[in-house]
């Protein structure tokens, strides 16, 4: 059988919009406002982030996180 790779790779820096505990072995707990490093975005839900400590990644919902650049442009009165 055709086995999935998994890639990972550093998409970019974004920030998290919402608190989020994890559920699940794969998925990671993350807090308001904090940044983390995308690696995986081939889920159109759940994206697999890398927090600042480098130590723990895992999956968070992607409705959940937003890239850095575009809140520094668009939307700063989010960041309070």
Request: contains cysteine; glycine residues 8%.
């Amino acid at each position: 059988g055709e086995q999935q790779v998994f890639f990972k790779d550093a998409i970019g820096r974004f920030i998290v919009l919402y608190p989020f505990t994890a559920c699940d072995e794969d998925e990671i707990s993350v807090e308001r406002g904090e940044v983390v490093t995308l690696l995986n975005k081939d889920d159109p839900d759940w994206c697999w982030v890398v927090r600042s400590d480098g130590r723990s990644e895992g999956f968070v919902p992607g409705l959940y996180i937003c890239p850095t650049e575009m809140l520094y442009s668009k939307c700063c009165h989010f960041i309070s």
